[in-house]
DNA sequence: TCCTTATCAATGCAATTGCATCTATATGGA
DNA sequence: TCCATATAGATGCAATTGCATTGATAAGGA
């Protein structure tokens, strides 16, 4: 139960990562904003949307995918929703969901701000570290992903 | 004017970084609302006032310190200082502005804050990877840093 | 000195988020 | 079938955040 205190080692990478993500996510918020374009998390939506297809997604399926409660998901679709980037289809098999679907402005959308962000990414990162670094960096983000639950 | 767009190397190193620090941020925000404790931008504020003594801080010192706007800054020290966890000072030499500084009982939220925020380091981070990997990982992200602004 | 501009900090208002709860449908057992 | 429980999604209300602006003092030149 006792947990022990962090090492000086441990301190120092989880400071310089809370610090660096919170500033690329502020740049790259900053220059969709420059560019009239919603925020990230509409990417993030859309993006899995357009993965998943013509079959599209059920909202609680995008929970998970996208970090979000699941009353931010509820909202947000409804936001895009009413920008017509998604559409919401009632479910044969389940009368209490529905399948979310992106719809062609949704797609149009996704393409515009992929314009920007990928160019935010290349500045930011891609610029930055080669691609063996880059291998590194992910391979080591990749040992702290989904953390177990401790109960 | 246009830029690249980014590699695949350059996309995942980034959705790691962006889900990683996300899961992390929020585990550990999990843990100090399970134990009754303030967010960690609370922590952030104490601990940059702790670190710098009795002189304390000027409220647009802590802008850049803890990443926050400046109504951020002003509304947080609002509500530390409602608590009692900071003091306003007025400043002699410049009527406009005013010192805050740590409280006792700021200090003492720090430790018990620290208590929580240190074992979910350790628990995230410190038991994930070895001090050398840690160091890698630090040096990479360091490299990403106050990224220059493009004019 | 006087005036213009810059800086520090706070705040009104709108949008977003978090929390708890609610409605509606589904599921599984008695 | 009926009921208790679980799951999908929405929403009321409070707290927080973002944006734009304001009030107040400072700084610097004419």
Sequence with gaps: M????P???AIVAWARLMRVSRQLVE?????LKANGLPPLAWYDVLHELAEAGEGGLRPFELIDRVLLAQYGVSRLLARLEADGLVEKLPVSDDGRGQTVRITASGR???RRI????GASITELMGDRLSAK???VLAGLLGRLRDPPVTD
Excluded: N, Q, V
């Excluded at 740049?27 to 220059?31: F, K």
């Design 108 to 110: 149009e959308m996704r």
């Design 27 to 31: 740049r790259t918020e900053d220059a």
């Design 7 to 9: 090492s000086p080692e």
């Design 2 to 5: 006792t947990k022990k205190s």
């Design 133 to 135: 670094e880059l291998g």
């Design 114 to 117: 992929w314009a920007i962000y």
